[in-house]
Each structure stands twice: as C-alpha cells, then as structure tokens.
C-alpha cells in the first residue's frame, strides 16, 4: 500500500526533545522552573567555564539535552526514584517501541524516575544515591526514546545518511522509521510501503527497529557498538561535519556563505513567524554563531538553518520548538569549523 506525507506527523526532531514536557510528552514534578527549562545546562553553558568553551563542550551539551540525562539532577533522581507519578512519560511495550491507541496516537502514563529510567533503557545503568558523572555519561549514550532514536537521539536515517547503517525488506525497499503523519499507525499498523517526498518508495515503520545491518565504519557493527561512547562520539562529529556541509551547500546556492552571518544579528519579532516576546525568557535579539548553526542544524536540518539566513523564517516543530532557540541555547562554543568560515 503507498501513501503520501498529508496531515499531523511525529518530527523526527520532536523525537529528539520528547524529554522537555513541551506537549506533556515528559512532565517532572518538584522542580523550580521545569527540569529541561533550557538545554544549555549550567556545567556546559557558554562562559561558566571560560569565555570560549570547547567542541568537547558542545557536543556534552547536546548530549545531556537531548538524552535528558543531566548529572547536575543527581541529588533529584535520588529523591524521587521511587516517588509515584513524579515523570509523564510515553508507554512503551520495550525501550523505543512505543504503544499507541487506535487512532495511532501514542499512550503516556504517570511514572517514578525507575520506571522512567526502565522505559528509557536505563534504570540497569542506574545506582540509585549515585553522583558518579561517568555513570551519567554511559546512561547518555545508552538512552532509547520511545521511538527507538539513541544517545544523541539518532535515529535510523541519520546513520544511513553518514553510511553507518542501511536497512532493506525483502522486496530490496529501504525501510526505516521517517517523520509521516501518525494517522498511518491506527488500528496496530506497524509499518508501510509510503512515497516519501525526494525518497520515493520506502518500508516506513513507526518507530527505528535497528533491524538492518551495521557497515562497520568506525568499528560501528552492531547497535550494542553505536552505544559505546567513543563510537557514537564518532557518529556525532561526523553528523555535525554533514550538517556544516550542508549549510555551506545550500547557501552557496544562493551566492552566500556561512561566514557572511557569523556575527550578525536576528530579532524574534522580525522574523517568520514573528514571535514576542520570545519564549523561555530569551532575549530579542540574538547573534549567530557557528555552534548556534550547527545546533539549529542538528534540530531542523540544514534546510531550517538555510531558511533562516537566507528568507528569515524561523521553523519549529510541533512542539514549537523554534530553531532560533537552539542557535541562541547552544552558540558560543568553539567548532572545528571556525577557521573555514
């Protein structure tokens, strides 16, 4: 059966942040200000720990953002592991399968922190009154959300498109988990022969299965080794390298480079749509940097990231998480792609 993208889907990024409570996809009680508030966390955020903070930097705050594995809730983890209803979360059957309901909309439930950190794939990696920053790192890398994205929140095409990983059915279609509208999941339908839109013929399933086959590019053969953290770091840094290639590319086709917005300034309220005041307390005005773009990448593709420069859109997903939030939340930090721009 083929079907074409019309109607509500899950983003794919959306799927990233599912932690935030944006849409009460995650809810945490007991915490002044909402627990993902910002995703710049305090240990990681530009100028706490000198005026230019390192790649290293940038990629930990990504990392604990998008995981939501912070080492700085230790002492709250700790309180309420076993505290009833403290985190809303999606049902899942297993770690990122997801459970929906007959219109194909997935299920959410009250939970402890344990039961959180069970339905995450977690709670195994977890020693509870434990503070040990090199547990929280392996909990990072090993997160698995309800749809199945890892670590950083990878998902399946992200691994295809670095040549990591392909998957095909037995009818040689590539099959893969892709942001369609979630009407095509109701009534237990799991997957789906759909055109994709440059894609063309694709085996859609609802969730990343990470049923296909590993390359082995930086020793990158099973799923078990893209949990490991050098590894996935691996896959991170050449994730950012695409998405500052892509930028480049897609800006170099209207005559423009990166370098001509580094240091420049958007405002809120003159881009599309305009938005005042920002959200989270955010200033107006906000100066571009090359971290922010690539961060703004990471959230809405090089395509978003092209948008915003080039027409002065500012998309956001369904959780209406704008792009510029991500190119002021994570801007500052140093990249290897500084001295090409």
Do not use: C
């Amino acid at each position: 059966m083929k079907e074409n993208l019309e109607g509500n889907s899950e983003s794919s990024r959306i799927s990233r942040r599912n932690f935030l409570g944006a849409t009460a996809v995650v809810t945490l009680a007991g915490t002044a200000g909402g627990l993902f508030s910002s995703p710049v966390m305090a240990s990681t955020a530009p100028g706490t720990s000198g005026s230019e903070p390192s790649y290293d930097d940038f990629l930990t705050a990504i990392r604990i953002f998008e995981s939501s594995i912070d080492p700085a809730l230790a002492a709250w983890y700790t309180q309420n592991y076993n505290t009833p209803g403290t985190v809303t979360y999606q049902d899942v059957e297993y770690p990122g399968r997801v459970v929906r309901d007959s219109t194909g909309q997935t299920t959410s439930s009250p939970a402890s922190v344990k039961q959180y950190f069970a339905r995450i794939g977690v709670d195994s990696l977890y020693t509870p009154g434990s503070s040990d920053p090199k547990m929280f790192r392996q909990m990072q890398y090993h997160v698995i959300n309800y749809l199945g994205f890892v670590g950083y929140q990878f998902s399946e095409q992200d691994l295809w498109d670095l040549n990591y990983y392909t998957h095909y059915d037995t009818a040689g279609l590539p099959m893969y988990y892709a942001d369609v509208p979630v009407s095509n999941w109701a009534n237990g339908v799991r997957d789906k022969v759909m055109n994709l839109p440059g894609k063309g013929q694709v085996h859609v399933t609802d969730v990343n299965t990470w049923k296909g086959n590993f390359s082995g590019k930086h020793g990158i053969y099973s799923f078990s080794d893209l949990e490991d953290p050098t590894k996935q770091d691996f896959v991170a840094k050449d994730h950012f390298q695409n998405k500052y290639d892509g930028i480049a590319d897609l800006l170099g086709q209207r005559g423009k480079y990166i370098s001509d917005y580094i240091g420049t300034t958007l405002y809120w309220d003159q881009l599309d749509p305009s938005v005042s005041p920002p959200p989270g307390g955010r200033p107006n005005a906000v100066v571009i940097t090359m971290s922010g773009l690539l961060a703004g990448a990471h959230l809405r593709g090089a395509e978003g990231v092209a948008a915003l420069l080039l027409d002065s859109k500012n998309p956001f997903d369904e959780n209406h998480t704008y792009i510029l939030q991500y190119v002021y939340d994570f801007r500052g930090y140093q990249t290897p792609f500084d001295n090409e721009v």
